[in-house]
Structures are given as C-alpha cells and as structure tokens.
C-alpha cells in the first residue's frame, strides 16, 4: 500500500501539463477575479452615489449590494488586496476588541475634522463594510452625536470604499492579472506554480475562515457560546455572508479544475451540500448557537467546510501539483 | 489559529538517500541545539529577573525596581529569539500561551486608569482587578483569591471564562507589574508605575502592595518553572528535540513552517501591521515597557537565526552547525542567495524601526495616525517579512515538501486540535 501510493504521487507532478496550469489561471482571472473586482468597484460607486442621500431607503440596498460583491471575492488577499493594507481598510473584521465602534463614537463624539481631508489616514477600524454597518445599523452608533456629522460620516466611508476598490480594479487589470498570467516570465511569479499557489491558498484560507471564524467565533464553546460575535448580525448578514463567500469559492475551484473538472466533481458537491443547508438554516444571524438544537446544525455545517477543505487540499492539491502556503491566519 | 503545512507521518520521503538523510538530520541537529540554548537562556535570565523580584518586594525603592525592569528586558533578548520555534513545534506551541500571551486586558490584574473602561462585551473579567479583591465570581463561582498563588494565576485566572485577553501570567503580565499603563498615548513615555506600589505600610501607593507583590512574585515563579519545563524538552532525550529529530521531511517542514507562520501571520500580520492600520498605541507588543521595537526585531533574527544555523547566547558563545542554508544551496544555490538577501534586507528594516526607537521616536509615535515616517519604517518591516515569506515557500517547493501526502492530518483525525 505504501508503495503504490508513493508511486501514484511521484507520477502526478508530471500530469499536469503546463498548459493545464495556464488554462486554470486564465479561467480563474476571466471567469472569477476580474469579473469580482470590476462588479465590486461598480457597486462601490453606486454606493458611494446613494450616500450622497444619507436618509435614503436606496443607501441600504446599495451597502448590500457592495457588500455582497465585496465577500464574493474577499478571499483573494493577496496582490492588490494586500498592498496598501487595501482589504483591512475595506474589511476590518473580527474585531475582538470593539474597536470598530470605539474608534466610529471618537470620530463623532470629536465630530473630528478628518473626513474633510484624509479619510484614508484614519485607523482601519472607522473604514469600510463593517464600519458602515455600525454607521447604519447599529442603535448606539447610528443615533450618536451630531446627525449632519453623521450623515457626512457615511458618505466620506462610502466614497472611501469606492476609492479603495477602484484602486483594486485597477490594479488587477492593469498589472497583476498580466504578471500572473506571464508567471514564469517575472519576479513576482517565478512559475505558473507559484500563480496557481496563490489562487489555491485563497481557496483554501477562505474556506477555513468560513469554519473558523464566520462559525466558530460565534460557535464559541458548548458552555459558552458567542451569538453577539456573529459576523454583519446588526444588518442580518451573518449566514449570507457565509452563502455568498461559499459561492464565489466553487467559482474559484471550479476555475481552478477548469482542465480537468472530474477532479472538481466532489468538490462541487461538497459546495452544494454546504450552501444548500446554509440556505435552509432560516437563522440570519446564527442567534441559534446559543440553544443546543440549532447549535447542532452550526456545527454540522462547520464540519461540512472543514471537509471540503481538506478534500481539496488532500485531491485538487496534488492533482494540480500545488500545495497552500502560509496564510495571515497562521498567528495566534 | 495555528497550523502547520505539514503534519504527521510522511509517505513519500524527500530526504531518502543516505547522504540527503544524513544531511538533513545534522540541520535538525543544529536546529534543536539552538532551542536547547535559546530555552536555556531564556530560563538563566528569567531567573536572574525572579532575583531581581525578590530584591523589589523585600527591599522596594526606585533603584532595586529600575533592576527589575532591566532584568526584564534582558530577559526578552533570549526569549523571543525562540518565537520561531513555535508554529512547527506542537509542543511550543501548546505551551507558548502560558508565557508570551498577548495582547491582555490588564485591568484583570490591577488597578487601571479611568479611560480603561469596565467589563466589555467581549470580556466581563476585563476590568476584575484581582489584586484589590480578594474573592469575586466566576462564571457563576465565588472563587478564593485571599492568597494569589502560582496556582490560582495559572489554573483561575488565566483565560477566564474562555478569554485569551484574560492574561494572567508570562512576560506581559510581569510587564504590567514592573511598568503599569503606558499612559502617554501616542507620546514619548513607557508606563510610569511608581515604586511606591510595592512599598509597605502607609507609603503604599495604588492599594494592596502586599498582594501587588505577591502577585509579581507568582508570576515570576511560574515564568521560570516554564521555562525550565520548556529547556528540558530540547535537551538530548527531551521529547521536543526527539519529534523534530524522528523524520527528516517532517522535521525540515517544522523549521520551515515556524520561519514561515511567525514572519507572516504573527509577526507582519497580528503585531506589526494591525498596529499601524488601527493607530493603537495599545497594540504595541510590549506597550507597557516601550520595548515592541526589540520584539520584532528579535524574532526576525530568530527566523535568519534557523535558517543560517547560528545563535549568539547570552553570554556571547556561539552555537553553531549545518543549516538550512546549507541544504538550500545544495539543491538550488540562487534559491539559496535568495533566502540570505531576504533575510538581511528584513533585518535591516526591522533594525531601522530599533535605531528610530533608541534615538528617541517611540514606537507609539509611529503608530499615530497621519505619521506618515512612522508608518513607512513599520510597513518596511512588513514588507520585508511578507517577501522572505515567499521566499520560503519556493523553498518548501524546492525541497520537494509540498508534493508529500499524508497518512492522516490533524484536522481530518481531530479538527478542534488545528484550530487551537
């Protein structure tokens, strides 16, 4: 047994062709990441657009809407999500020690002038999706101090928002979607391996942040769990974040097999098992982890996730010849 | 969230011929050599400190509590140069929490200034005080704090009530103890803890002195029998040394996956870069003491330590054999060259961070929002981990460590261990 097996995974490197890897990384940036950053930048714009009505029943369905495109994709931080600390200014969250709601009550309660200049030099906590969410949701923030403060507050981190994934959008289109494409041919992808480990360590990292963070902050522990620590519950998002984020990874692993999508076929199921009870859990907000029935069907979908990844990293890995590097959830 | 790539027992062996295995079991040797020393080091100047504690309860005055704190900066020189032994070596790993833990809701321990705050959502206990009271509930349990003893800080307190703020004991709640608030903001200034806390009778100042300084006392003592628990595994025969040593794949994946964890999740991720996009002078390293300067810097050379197979001890020995270096430049030479240059150009960001620090920009200044000098001197250091990263993952590659599959991994056999 241990010699057959050995033979196997000596044999696969050389299964997969060069132009394999080339076909996935195309299929990943056409049919995934492009379309993700440009739907994000647009709904950011409008966002920013239906901020300039800060009372406006529109500003709420346009803040859903980019933040829909923003989890789609959020697993992609690497490149221009990374540089310039671009998706924690858009996506500062879990934030173990409240300082979303600290840093938003100082701005106010200072009625600071910054969001008059450099809106971008503020802490990360007082920006993007999750810092909106207590501007427009949250019964503390949302009624604190000077209502025109406020109102100004909302648009300069909407505008924000939009000015940070215009930066994104650009980025990817202009350059790093080249250089991952031309892997082998630059410095930053050495190989056409080194661009396919950055898409399946996205993979991989997105779905382990959706076991153990999005499910298990609020999991927490059988005596203990944390129903207040659910991701996006004031605005009711918790469990469709975890939908949308699922459904942008089987985009991405289903990009990503392009070349041989028997590998992929499992791997969708997995996908559809999880969404679909995801769908079914008719509990926006994972308020059930505190009682012992609905806290069963968390966990179940929990290990489901945790299944799926390991499936991928144990089958698409080596059919692919890559292997997840490290991720920023490797500290503590 | 701690995780190794590479876990359990390897099927396919890259290290097989003899000459590779030999080879890779001297790196693992020098490997675990230099966490013998650096644990060794670690404990002598822990133990020079728990001196330095007894002279400050016996005897307090400025002076004696000035030798206190710096023997607890020479305490971290060794220390945090064995960080990278932590995210490769589940047995650091484990055990690291009851040492390094942090960041801390210090109000747990002892009295705090009024802009702390009271218990928050996160944490009910984040304002408990354990030195001015004696008893109080937890979790539903009135609990006995009348003598604060190793035991009470180490199985009560804690991580109370699930909560990894909840630090009780290791360098930074000794930190607290020695310095108090760093109550400067984004100013020059470390904490400024009069000595007069652990003075007797109506000199005391702040309240409780005697349980102030049983407390201090407790947490020292914990903080050595640790570190000697810790040593005694890298010894020959301890079991740390022989994990590392029992596979060579698995062994050379834990000296990479620590390089690797520590450069990027942990040190540019959680410590470094997070203080800079929150502007939190509270999420300095070491804010109590001013000293998160040397923090980094230290576990950078802690990674270029492992990969080039030298330690320079405390009292300047150096421990030394065939490295990772080494094995690298066999199998790919500019891979190698690579590795070295990367390394070094971190060092010298990090070194640049230490050099502003000494010269008087404290590393609160640089977190303050709109420093834009202060800003780029971390985000230097950042960068710079996040490209040795890389780096170490085409090493991984180039070893062949990547394409290993495996009888069974951790999260398969027993998810909840992964996510520790």
Redesign the interface.
């Known amino acids: 047994m241990?010699l057959a097996?050995?033979a196997l995974?000596?044999a696969?490197?050389s299964a997969v062709a060069a132009q394999d890897h080339q076909a996935a990384i195309d299929a990943a940036l056409n049919n995934h990441v492009l379309p993700g950053v440009t739907q994000l930048a647009e709904a950011s714009q409008a966002l920013a657009l239906a901020a300039e009505d800060c009372m406006s029943p529109a500003l709420v369905a346009a803040y859903h809407e980019a933040f829909d495109a923003w989890v789609r994709i959020s697993h992609l931080r690497f490149g221009p999500f990374?540089a310039e600390?671009r998706a924690?200014?858009l996506a500062?969250w879990p934030d173990?020690?409240?300082?979303t709601p600290r840093?938003l009550a100082q701005l106010i309660g200072a009625s600071d002038p910054?969001i008059a200049s450099?809106y971008a030099?503020?802490?990360?906590?007082a920006r993007g999706f999750y810092a909106m969410e207590f501007l427009l949701f949250d019964s503390d923030i949302s009624t604190r101090g000077d209502a025109a403060y406020r109102c100004d507050l909302v648009q300069v981190v909407a505008s924000d928002i939009a000015t940070t994934t215009a930066a994104i959008e650009q980025d990817w289109t202009r350059t790093h979607a080249d250089l991952m494409r031309m892997a082998g041919t630059n410095d930053r992808y050495?190989s056409q391996?080194?661009a396919m480990?950055a898409l399946f360590n996205a993979l991989t990292t997105g779905l382990e942040f959706n076991?153990?963070i999005r499910l298990?902050r609020p999991l927490?522990?059988f005596d203990?769990p944390r129903p207040?620590?659910a991701e996006a519950r004031r605005s009711g998002r918790s469990v469709q974040n975890l939908i949308i984020s699922m459904q942008g990874l089987a985009e991405l692993s289903a990009a990503l097999t392009v070349a041989a999508p028997a590998i992929n076929a499992d791997i969708r199921a997995g996908f559809d098992v999880a969404i679909s009870e995801l769908e079914r859990l008719d509990d926006p907000t994972l308020a059930s982890v505190a009682d012992p029935q609905g806290r069963f069907r968390i966990e179940v979908i929990q290990?489901r996730i945790?299944e799926l990844?390991?499936l991928i990293?144990?089958e698409m890995g080596?059919s692919l010849?890559?292997?997840?590097?490290?991720?920023?959830?490797?500290?503590? | 969230m701690k995780r190794t790539i590479l876990t359990t027992t390897a099927l396919a062996t890259f290290f097989a011929g003899p000459a590779m295995a030999q080879e890779a079991t001297d790196v693992l040797t020098t490997y675990a050599n230099i966490a013998a020393a650096g644990y060794e080091d670690s404990l002598i100047t822990a133990e020079a400190l728990e001196e330095a504690v007894a002279d400050l309860v016996a005897n307090p005055s400025a002076e004696v509590l000035t030798a206190a704190r710096a023997a607890w900066l020479a305490a971290r020189v060794p220390y945090q140069q064995t960080e990278v032994y932590r995210f490769g070596n589940a047995i650091v790993d484990d055990w690291e929490g009851r040492v390094n833990a942090w960041p801390l809701d210090e109000g747990l321990i002892d009295y705090v200034d009024g802009g702390y705050g009271g218990p928050s959502d996160e944490n009910e206990l984040a304002a408990l005080n354990v030195i001015a009271n004696a008893s109080f509930t937890l979790s539903g349990t009135e609990i006995d704090a009348s003598i604060i003893t190793p035991a009470l800080l180490e199985e009560t307190l804690h991580e109370a009530d699930g909560i990894e703020a909840n630090v009780a004991t290791g360098y930074h709640a000794i930190e607290f103890l020695l310095w108090g608030q760093d109550l400067n903001g984004h100013g020059p200034g470390a904490g400024n803890r009069p000595w007069t806390d652990f003075a007797a009778g109506d000199a005391c100042t702040g309240g409780n002195c005697d349980r102030r300084a049983e407390y201090l006392t407790a947490a020292t003592e914990l903080l050595v029998s640790d570190l000697e628990w810790m040593a005694a595994q890298w010894v020959e025969g301890g079991d740390a040394r022989a994990a590392v040593m029992a596979d060579p794949d698995a062994g050379i994946s834990a000296m990479l996956t620590g390089m690797g964890s520590l450069s990027y999740g942990e040190v540019a991720g959680e410590r470094m870069r997070l203080g800079v996009m929150l502007n939190d002078p509270e999420e300095e390293h070491s804010c109590f003491a001013d000293n998160t300067h040397n923090d980094h810097y230290l576990d950078g050379l802690g990674v270029q330590n492992v990969y080039l197979g030298e330690y320079v001890r405390a009292d300047g020995t150096v421990v030394s054999g065939p490295s990772l270096s080494d094995l690298v430049a066999a199998t790919d030479p500019a891979l190698d060259t690579e590795m070295r240059i990367r390394l070094s150009e971190t060092m010298r960001e990090l070194g640049q961070i230490v050099l502003a620090a000494e010269a008087g920009f404290a590393y609160d200044q640089m977190l303050e929002r709109g420093n834009e000098a202060g800003e780029a001197l971390i985000m230097g250091g950042v960068n710079g981990l996040i490209a040795q990263t890389q780096t170490i993952e085409r090493i991984v590659v180039a070893l062949g460590l990547d394409t290993i599959a495996f009888e069974g991994s951790d999260s398969l056999d027993n998810p909840s261990a992964v996510f520790e």
């Open positions: 241990r097996t050995f995974i000596v696969l490197p990374e600390n924690f200014a500062f173990s020690r409240g300082a840093a910054v450099d030099s503020v802490s990360v906590a050495q391996t080194e480990r076991a153990d298990g927490g522990t203990r207040n620590r290990q945790n990844r390991e990293v144990t080596p010849g890559v292997s997840a590097g490290f991720n920023s959830l490797d500290g503590d």
